[in-house]
């Protein structure tokens, strides 16, 4: 007995050193709290400067809690912004939707149809998404003119469209290459044709790569500015430029400033909180690490 | 292996979107790459040969050369910060306390936010007025009695580029977390628990074992934030606007093309700003993609 207890290492430690790693485990909260204080500051004081009342904003002032909670500065802020945050999501939905179907088809036709020189293409695809945009943009603007579309929504949603391609059709390419052969086989053996087998087996199993794409091309789509700020003329301008036009104006007072930038921040934030775990599979496969 | 008519099927599928990449990515980069040899400079289009003219007068324009300081600044601060407490939240996090999950989303939530946002609200921590009209991040430092901390923010001179990096890193910091964070969930625990056994301390086993085995996502994460930061734009224009001293490639493409309508310079600048990505990302994605295939 005496010498398997010496050869065996023992499983429970010593009390003190339980009690000494749980303090120090204890300790790792500290900066975890630090850093989440450090996350959260831009939140909380866009929060309570739009939960204070007009008489009580002052720079002054702007690290205290609000005495009494009111919403005019919410209100305001809305009043100015309401029509840009129309214009975005009017721009932003068609623009997500129909990237999403077309990266689905893409993606379906690329993992299951090994064509001669799609090791060519996928890479060339695939570049398209980290190029900077200065290297397209005069081009697109003039493609725009001549084409009519500048200006308005419209060209902004096909300018999304277009460039959300590489990542949608990424995404989807990577989920139907998991998928087994024998799946597409089987529905083949009863005779369903190419559309068939996509609309019956795969696009009902894609539901949850529909949902990181859609919510990644919203995402990206409404925090966009470079492309919303060359391509459209102020009456359709989408949210970003709005605010960031608010902000460069000396009318506009700050605490408003900071009501509308809540305001513009609120559809992705709610996107993040309810479906966060596709939002960090779409980020992911930003990185090519999906 | 496929039928006749699905072969076809499957090209009048694919080949929209492959056109449209084709003509809106490598089209119009021709495009640019033929409009920065013109002396487009003005309304009108103008294709008139200019060569490399363009390019030479970049190289020597004293604002091109604010742009690539500001860049070289802005770069390492950001990939360096943004890596370093990246790979600290990590380790913190995969410490398997409770509440990793809540932490995990207050790190990552500002990736959901767009760069507008987050420099309007910055653009107001970062309030550079002194005494009495002292407000932001100044005036809780100044209460918290931590006075050495107050500074000129973004309106530093020379270095005021350093406090934008500042907000990139509160930005994109989150990511670098969820990239190491996966590398470290990818290490076998039995690995780092036979060291253990062996007697190595814990500082051992990150420097000798989980370092050397998270270098992969190191590469990947500073080629990532580094081509990020070569684009890096709209988080300037939200903070500060368009100002000589914290002034980029990108927005001096923007100002000179639809501003100055120099469109050959812009072009230029745009095509420079293609080659410094392509540096960074074309091997990355030739590596990334051969070993995706050995798999």
């Given at each position: 007995m005496t010498s398997s207890s010496t050869t065996v290492v023992p499983r429970t430690k010593p009390a003190s050193t339980v009690k000494r790693v749980w303090q120090s485990r204890n300790l790792l909260y500290v900066p975890l709290v630090l850093m989440a204080v450090f996350y959260l500051i831009p939140v909380y004081v866009m929060l309570i400067t739009g939960l204070k009342g007009f008489d009580e904003v002052s720079l002054r002032t702007m690290w205290d809690l609000p005495q009494s909670i009111q919403f005019e500065n919410f209100v305001a802020a809305f009043k100015e912004l309401a029509p840009y945050l129309w214009n975005s999501f009017n721009m932003v939905i068609p623009a997500a939707v129909i990237s999403s179907i077309l990266g689905s088809l893409n993606g379906f036709v690329l993992a299951k149809w090994k064509f001669r020189g799609a090791d060519i293409i996928f890479p060339l695809?695939?570049?398209?998404?980290?190029?900077?945009?200065?290297?397209?943009?005069?081009?697109?603007?003039?493609?725009?003119r001549r084409i009519n579309l500048y200006g308005g929504l419209p060209g902004l949603v096909l300018t999304h469209v277009i460039y959300g391609l590489p990542i949608t059709t990424l995404t989807f390419r990577n989920y139907y290459a998991s998928i087994p052969k024998e799946l597409v086989e089987a529905s083949r053996m009863d005779g369903a044709g190419l559309l068939g087998t996509y609309w019956h087996i795969l696009l009902p199993i894609s539901i949850p790569s529909?949902?990181?794409?859609?919510?990644?091309?919203?995402?990206?789509?409404?925090?966009d500015f470079l492309f919303a700020v060359v391509l459209t003329s102020p009456t359709n301008w989408p949210i970003t430029v709005a605010l960031n036009n608010m902000a460069g104006s000396q009318i506009i007072a700050w605490n408003i400033q900071m009501a509308g930038s809540f305001l513009a921040a609120v559809p992705t934030l709610l996107v993040y909180i309810f479906l966060g775990r596709y939002f960090l599979r779409g980020l992911m496969a930003g990185a090519l690490k999906g | 292996m496929l039928k006749n008519k699905d072969t076809i099927l499957s090209i009048a599928l694919v080949s929209p979107s492959i056109l449209a990449i084709l003509i809106f990515v490598y089209g119009f980069i021709a495009w640019s790459g033929r409009v920065s040899l013109s002396q487009w400079k003005g309304l009108l289009p103008n294709y008139d040969w200019a060569g490399l003219r363009n390019y030479v007068e970049l190289f020597s324009d004293p604002r091109f050369h604010i742009d690539i300081r500001n860049t070289v600044i802005f770069t390492v601060i950001f990939v360096l910060g943004s890596l370093i407490l990246g790979l600290?939240?990590?380790?913190?996090?995969?410490?398997?306390?409770?509440?990793?999950?809540?932490?995990?989303?207050v790190f990552l939530f500002p990736m959901a936010i767009s760069y507008i946002v987050t420099g309007?609200?910055?653009?107001?921590?970062?309030?550079?007025?002194?005494?009495?009209?002292?407000?932001?991040?100044?005036?809780?430092?100044?209460?918290?009695?931590?006075?050495?901390?107050?500074?000129?923010?973004?309106?530093?001179?020379?270095?005021?580029?350093?406090?934008?990096?500042?907000?990139?890193?509160?930005?994109?910091?989150?990511?670098?977390?969820?990239?190491?964070l996966g590398g470290l969930r990818a290490i076998s625990y039995e690995l780092r628990e036979a060291a253990r056994v062996d007697g190595a301390t814990e500082f051992q086993i990150y420097r000798r074992i989980v370092f050397p085995l998270l270098a992969p996502v190191t590469l990947s994460a500073m080629i990532i934030l580094g081509h990020m930061s070569l684009k890096v734009f709209d988080l300037i224009i939200a903070v500060a606007g368009k100002q000589l001293p914290l002034d980029v490639p990108s927005i001096y493409m923007w100002q000179t093309t639809f501003d100055g309508l120099f469109y050959a310079r812009g072009a230029s600048i745009g095509i420079l700003l293609l080659l410094s990505v392509a540096?960074?990302?074309?091997?990355?994605?030739?590596?990334t993609l051969r070993t995706e295939a050995e798999v």
């Open positions: 695809i695939l570049f398209g998404m980290f190029i900077p945009y200065q290297s397209i943009l005069i081009p697109l603007v003039e493609f725009m529909f949902v990181v794409v859609l919510i990644w091309q919203f995402t990206s789509a409404w925090n | 600290g939240l990590a380790i913190l996090l995969d410490q398997g306390l409770r509440g990793e999950g809540f932490f995990r989303s309007v609200v910055w653009r107001w921590l970062m309030n550079p007025a002194m005494g009495s009209r002292m407000s932001g991040l100044n005036l809780l430092f100044s209460n918290l009695g931590l006075d050495f901390l107050v500074n000129q923010w973004h309106t530093t001179p020379k270095w005021g580029i350093a406090a934008i990096a500042l907000a990139a890193i509160w930005q994109m910091s989150g990511f670098t977390m969820a990239l190491y540096v960074l990302i074309v091997p990355y994605l030739y590596y």
